[in-house]
């Protein structure tokens, strides 16, 4: 069973940045994909960012320019680098990994932007 675990979530000002990592059980080289969602109080969860096995990413246009997903299979993690972070950025971020019709979660992150 995989097993995927967040990390670097907490409480930052406006325009600040965090570094959320997605540590994996197994080698990541396995998944199609990877990706980081989140989900704010009230509302449905959504994508965030992306990344393929052949290295393409995707990213929500709210975070374009602003959020940078990268990996490092050696450490079998994922990270999401965020920047110039703002209060509508608040939300539990969970990591997406996909093997074929299979999804696997983590138990999700919280992040709060605030003054």
């Known amino acids: 069973q995989v097993q995927l675990v967040e990390s670097g979530g907490g409480l930052v000002q406006p325009g600040g940045s965090l570094r959320l990592s997605c540590a994996a059980s197994?080698?990541?080289?396995?998944?199609?994909?990877m990706g980081w969602y989140r989900q704010a109080p009230g509302k449905g969860r959504e994508s965030v960012a992306v990344?393929?096995?052949?290295?393409?990413?995707n990213y929500a246009d709210s975070v374009k320019g602003r959020f940078t997903i990268s990996r490092e299979y050696a450490k079998n993690t994922v990270y999401l680098q965020m920047n110039s972070l703002k209060p509508e950025d608040t939300a539990v971020y969970y990591c997406?990994?996909?093997?074929?019709?299979?999804?696997?979660w983590g138990q999700g992150t919280q992040v709060t932007v605030s003054s």
């Open positions: 997406n990994a996909r093997s074929g019709p299979s999804g696997y």
């Open positions: 197994g080698s990541i080289f396995s998944f199609n994909a």
């Open positions: 990344i393929t096995s052949g290295g393409t990413t």
